[in-house]
């Protein structure tokens, strides 16, 4: 996410201070609820799934990626609170692929974990066959390559000082706004469209055949809730979360590209393109929901570990307590 750059000693710029108590308050709430999330999701589907189908191995790789963003959030939170770049320069670039990459191939994997939900209700025998483990290892390997290597041009983001002060999350010095433009229409069209397009006309079928089969649903109506579930999140996803971001940074982009800094306009869109990029994050933490109430394997894996800690801890606390006791005595 680059800034606006509005320009302070013009007196029809607005100020874009607001930005960062808003960043390092979201952020902060992202980072926690985020990091616990996805590590109970890595503990329940790695220790505790005995069973891996071609769905965990997707989900996996999607709390990898929500976790990978997670860890690069203190640089963020440093930066939006301190109001400047106080950390290894090189950090800098990397904290802004993360971003990228996560954003990216949370795209990717949910519409890869669409396409293999559409295939088991609409094709369930084939799919036996095709929607095999060892392709989803490979799907995967695919996805992560293909968006760790077009993010790459944010690796050569660099810090950028203005006073005494260094700065990040600005206008790349090797790009100009119209080649930022012609980048954006890019992952527009390739990173977020076409993947959308997929899911759209999947999900289309699959709420199709639910219907058509909902009268007699009384062998699985739990797995018809599943899928629902995955529907309406994925779904939700795209609308809240991409959408906006994608939406409001195409417009930001062409009112740089025109030189137009200093207008209403551009201030309202600032504002804009900081909440569209608190809801572009805010998936990171959002994704140990889909895995929750979409995967019944996973609700019941994760009962069980956290029952699981609590006696292991009430256990440990009584230990202690009887120690102590028999130290008294």
Not at 101 to 111: D, E, G, K, P
Not at 141 to 167: D, N, Q
Request: charged content about 10%.
């Amino acid at each position: 996410m680059f800034s606006l750059n509005f320009n302070p000693n013009s007196s029809n710029c607005s100020s874009d201070d607001f930005k960062f108590p808003v960043f390092t308050g979201v952020y902060s709430l992202i980072l926690v609820t985020g990091l616990i999330g996805n590590t109970l999701a890595l503990y329940v589907f790695v220790r505790l799934t005995r069973r891996k189908t071609a769905s965990t191995v997707i989900m996996v790789n999607l709390a990898l990626s929500d976790l990978f963003f997670n860890l690069t959030l203190p640089y963020r939170i440093s930066y939006y609170s301190q109001r400047e770049w106080k950390l290894a320069t090189f950090l800098c670039p990397v904290t802004t692929y993360a971003f990228y990459v996560n954003l990216y191939s949370s795209i990717f994997f949910l519409t890869a974990l669409s396409v293999s939900r559409y295939l088991v209700i609409l094709h369930p025998m084939w799919s036996r066959r095709t929607v095999t483990v060892r392709k989803a290892v490979w799907a995967s390997l695919g996805i992560w390559m293909g968006v760790g290597l077009s993010c790459a041009p944010f690796l050569r983001v660099t810090c950028t000082r203005r006073g005494e002060k260094y700065h990040c999350f600005q206008q790349p010095s090797f790009m100009s706004w119209g080649q930022i433009l012609r980048m954006n229409y890019l992952g527009l069209v390739v990173g977020f469209l076409f993947p959308f397009l997929i899911i759209v006309v999947c999900y289309a079928r699959v709420v199709r055949r639910l219907r058509k089969t909902a009268v007699g649903l009384t062998k699985s109506p739990r797995a018809h809730c599943r899928s629902v579930y995955l529907v309406a999140f994925v779904t939700a996803s795209f609308l809240l979360c991409f959408l906006p971001y994608h939406l409001i940074r195409t417009v930001h982009l062409h009112l740089m590209v025109n030189n137009r800094q200093c207008q209403a306009v551009t201030a309202v869109i600032h504002v804009l393109n900081v909440a569209s990029v608190c809801l572009a994050a805010a998936n990171s933490c959002l994704n140990p929901l889909l895995y929750y109430f979409a995967g019944a394997n996973f609700r019941r894996n994760a009962k069980l570990a956290t029952i699981f800690k609590l006696r292991k801890f009430s256990t440990n606390q009584e230990n202690s307590s009887a120690i102590s006791l028999q130290q008294a005595v």
